[in-house]
């Protein structure tokens, strides 16, 4: 492997892994562990194999024919176009929701303005991240978006990854007690609780469009365009990097919350609290500055790709449905009126983190099947270069993830009819 070539092609999948690893990772499936132990790590692992060849299908994509996802589903004609946008308008809100709380969240607990206050400041402090956030993205563009996210990467991969061995020395897994009496991860609340997780883990399906777009702007960033393998091998390495911190962030809530039959706080800055106790238990309370500047870091990272997910698609899908060049004004709107969106569902839910978070999870898991459909068709068509065509083996994968996806989701819906 050349050394040059891959830090030139380095990039798109960091960046779909610091998406990925924000709430999916640091709450969701922390929260799994406390709750329920090792019960639903089957589930995360099944949510990451079945994903995984439809954001594969995004840098395949890019590479093979020089267009975003959003440009191919314009190929299947307007309105294709028209449901790629009306379905991001639709999620965009809670996504970036749910994010934001999170991240101003962190960033509450980090300076102490609730407990200095003596109030829930979250909501406040929610106005001043995406200001920074929307300041960073218009001023610095893709080349800021890049260096950020690797930075904040490196940082949580190794804080993570120590923190989990730490715990795996202080408790054995054999202390972890099991599920609760009467666990059914498939009726209920239990079951609402599984879409939720599986909704974002490792990342919502509809957002591989982003993995895509990013692709196309390194290429442009760096004037260097990698052959196919280089691609995926680079976009492979932030996928594992997405399985690896789901497992350690499930360890790390079951042998330091449900082993000592603590549950993580509802409210916001409490909330934060918590997860950063995780880490604090282990390393010292000496960490916790540390600690909670990576967990800020890592949220920050991941509000900043969202932000600049969701813009660029909406830019892209409009640009799609008028068949006329990308228009960076309609990613500099986009940016504004997807926070103010973001910053009314937090006014709505100040104090209820988990509502929000599992709101915007299961829209998006609802939605997954047809996100994944298309993208299927797409690289799989005679329009589409053979020589980039996937393998037998991952076409097979994906016709389960479909399945997967589909049955869940049908599942989910008529359990809400009864």
Not at 62 to 91: D, H, Q
Not at 166 to 183: D, E, W
Not at 289 to 302: C, E, I, K, R, Y
């Amino acid at each position: 492997m050349n050394l040059r070539r891959f830090l030139l092609t380095l990039g798109p999948g960091i960046l779909f892994a610091s998406t990925a690893i924000g709430t999916s990772h640091l709450v969701q499936a922390t929260r799994a562990g406390a709750e329920y132990g090792y019960a639903l790590l089957w589930a995360i692992l099944a949510a990451n194999i079945a994903k995984y060849p439809f954001f594969e299908f995004g840098t395949r994509y890019a590479n093979a024919t020089g267009t975003s996802l959003i440009a191919g589903y314009r190929t299947f004609g307007k309105w294709a176009s028209w449901t790629y946008l009306i379905l991001t308008a639709l999620t965009c809100a809670f996504v970036m929701g749910g994010v934001g709380i999170v991240t101003a969240a962190f960033l509450d607990n980090l300076f102490g303005a609730s407990q200095m206050l003596g109030m829930n400041a979250t909501p406040h402090v929610a106005v001043i991240t995406f200001s920074g956030c929307v300041g960073i993205l218009l001023i610095g563009r893709y080349a800021a978006l890049d260096k950020v996210i690797k930075a904040i990467s490196l940082v949580l991969l190794i804080g993570t990854v120590s923190a989990t061995v730490g715990a795996l020395l202080h408790t054995p897994l054999s202390a972890v007690p099991p599920a609760p009496v009467g666990f059914n991860p498939w009726r209920g609340a239990e079951f609402t609780f599984l879409i939720a997780l599986l909704g974002w883990m490792p990342s919502a399906v509809d957002l591989s469009p982003w993995v895509s777009i990013w692709t196309l702007e390194r290429y442009r960033q760096t004037g260097f365009t990698p052959r196919l393998k280089e691609a995926l091998r680079e976009f492979n390495l932030g996928y594992a990097f997405c399985i690896v911190l789901a497992i350690c962030f499930l360890l790390l809530g079951a042998l330091l919350l449900r082993t000592n039959a603590t549950a993580l706080p509802q409210g916001t800055a409490a909330f934060a609290a918590g997860i950063i106790g995780l880490y604090t238990d282990v390393l010292g309370p000496w960490s916790a500055p540390f600690v909670g500047s990576a967990a800020f870091a890592a949220m920050l990272g991941t509000c900043i790709a969202c932000l600049d997910g969701f813009s660029r698609s909406f830019s892209h899908g409009i640009s799609a449905l008028r068949d006329a060049p990308v228009n960076t004004g309609h990613e500099r709107a986009s940016l504004v009126l997807i926070s103010l969106g973001a910053l009314l569902l937090i006014i709505a839910f100040p104090d209820d983190i988990r509502t929000l978070l599992d709101l915007g999870n299961i829209l998006s898991f609802c939605i997954a099947p047809p996100s994944a459909l298309a993208m299927l068709i797409l690289v799989t068509r005679k329009a589409f270069p053979q020589s980039a065509r996937p393998q037998r083996w991952l076409r097979w994968t994906a016709y389960l993830g479909l399945a997967f996806l589909l049955g869940l989701t049908l599942l989910f819906l008529s359990s809400l009819l009864n």
